[in-house]
T-cell receptor
């Protein structure tokens, strides 16, 4: 069975500092993808970053980077230079070659609060 | 602007009533999905469709039904058989739904409550 685990229910970070949100995953599939989404209080899920299991380099998108450690089965999100607008729920998700219809498996999320 | 539109934003259901949530996309995506989110939880898949006139059950399909008569539209009906329908419902779409890196884009969601 596939599973995503986010062990930090809530995190605080000072504005302009970097923060790491943890994500570990469990799968026996050889090919999979890892995603991070942001959910502000409005509710919409916003795609942030993607990492494929065979990608050699860690993915980066602006202030977001994904620290992918395949042997440890972790895919942590790093947000650099935090901004007040980064306060939101963050979800880690996984796709798999064997997942029905390309569905995503989601973790339970981490609530990030950025302090001024 | 391309995107996914969900309506209504808030919906109330009476006992024994069926209600339908709308999801429309103009991204020309083949695959569409319905997820349910309960407070403090991640998303769980209800139904998905990868092509017009075809759809498949997800992990929690009981008490729900869908149709896919047009590529742009994927409405979800919450039937009276769904005994605990109070949740936040999110619709998503992606280009094909067959590749590992197919990014799913989401609508703004519908919050359903029981009266």
């Amino acid at each position: 069975a596939q599973k995503i685990t986010q062990t930090q229910p809530g995190m605080f970070v000072q504005e302009k500092e970097a923060v790491t949100l943890d994500c570990t995953y469990d799968t026996s599939d050889p090919s999979y993808g890892l995603f991070w989404y942001k959910q502000p209080s409005s509710g919409e899920m916003i795609f942030l970053i993607y990492q494929g299991s065979y990608d050699q380099q860690n993915a980066t998108e602006g202030r977001y980077s994904l620290n992918f450690q395949k042997a440890r089965k972790s895919a942590n999100l790093v947000i650099s230079a935090s901004q007040l607008g980064d306060s939101a729920m963050y979800f880690c998700a996984m796709s798999s070659f064997y997942n029905q219809g390309g569905k995503l498996i989601f973790g339970q999320g981490t609530e990030l609060s950025v302090k001024p | 602007d391309g995107g996914i539109t969900q309506s209504p934003k808030y919906l109330f259901r009476k006992e024994g009533q069926n209600v339908t949530l709308s999801c429309e996309q103009n991204l020309n995506h083949d695959a569409m999905y319905w997820y349910r989110q309960d407070p403090g939880q991640g998303l769980r898949l209800i139904y998905y469709s990868q092509i017009v006139n075809d759809f498949q059950k997800g992990d929690i399909a009981e008490g729900y039904s869908v149709s896919r008569e047009k590529k742009e539209s994927f409405p979800l009906t919450v039937t009276s058989a769904q005994k605990n329908p109070t949740a936040f419902y999110l619709c998503a779409s992606t280009t094909r739904g067959r590749g590992l890196g197919d990014i799913q884009y989401f609508g703004a969601g519908t919050r359903l409550s029981v009266l």
